[in-house]
């Protein structure tokens, strides 16, 4: 039998397709309520929250970014900095609809994906969740415009691929719910501190302020609907994990 390149590349492609799209098996529930701890335990400490908040930022600011384009701003840079701390530039209409959903998406963007990204192993496609997550960061790192930003979006967007295209189903099972685990979690902690910061007089240009001066609305009100998607998201996307 004589095989073309195009029939080769046909079956690439098929299989590339197949492998992605296809269901794989959920761990045990055991195991899924283990990811849940070591998530956990990588948001309560302060010492191990310096370093893995870093992921929290990149979905925060990848969240202003995204909302921007969705809503017909143009963006112009995104920086993520040592401190966790982040900055996404956008040039558009100051107010408006676009603004105030831009300034809405950062808080709520790591929930939400935590919510999506639950709902996907819930269906069983443990493969499709990492390669879009990579895709995600890939196209993220276009508009970072900073070293430090550059180097914690290619560092966790090798980790989602080097686990997705090298490892065994069952470690891509662990590392995905650890990941979704993380942004579920991992969303909840930043309102709170955003509120603690505001009691103590700090963060006086924060996305709540901001959304208050768009809107009219009090940042307290901003600040309950923040713990509200997030609260809402962690509820929601844990008893998709947990198949209650």
């Not at 993520?80 to 900055?87: A, E, P, R, V, Y």
């Not at 509120?195 to 768009?214: I, M």
């Amino acid at each position: 039998m004589v095989i073309t390149h195009a029939g080769a590349a046909s079956a690439s492609l098929t299989d590339l397709w197949d492998r992605v799209f296809d269901t794989q098996t959920a761990p045990e529930p055991w195991l899924v309520a283990v990811t849940g701890l070591v998530s956990l335990a990588a948001v309560m400490p302060n010492v191990l929250w310096r370093l893995t908040r870093n992921a929290v930022t990149i979905a925060h600011e990848g969240g202003h970014g995204l909302v921007a384009l969705l809503t017909g701003r143009q963006l112009q840079s995104i920086r993520l900095h040592s401190d966790t701390s982040g900055l996404t530039v956008s040039r558009g209409r100051p107010t408006g609809i676009g603004m105030v959903l831009t300034a809405a998406a950062g808080y709520t963007a790591a929930p939400l994906l935590g919510l999506g990204g639950a709902w996907l192993l819930a269906a069983h496609h443990i493969t499709l969740l990492l390669w879009l997550a990579t895709a995600l960061l890939l196209a993220l790192l276009v508009m970072v415009r900073n070293a430090y930003g550059v180097l914690t979006v290619t560092v966790t967007g090798a980790a989602f691929l080097l686990v997705s295209w090298l490892t065994e189903p069952a470690v891509q099972a662990v590392f995905a719910y650890t990941a979704v685990w993380f942004m579920l979690l991992g969303g909840v902690r930043p309102v709170f501190e955003l509120q603690s910061k505001r009691r103590h007089g700090g963060a006086p240009d924060s996305d709540a302020d901001q959304l208050a001066r768009l809107t009219h609305a009090p940042p307290v009100i901003w600040l309950f609907f923040f713990h509200a998607v997030s609260l809402c998201s962690l509820i929601g996307g844990g008893r998709w994990l947990l198949g209650l």
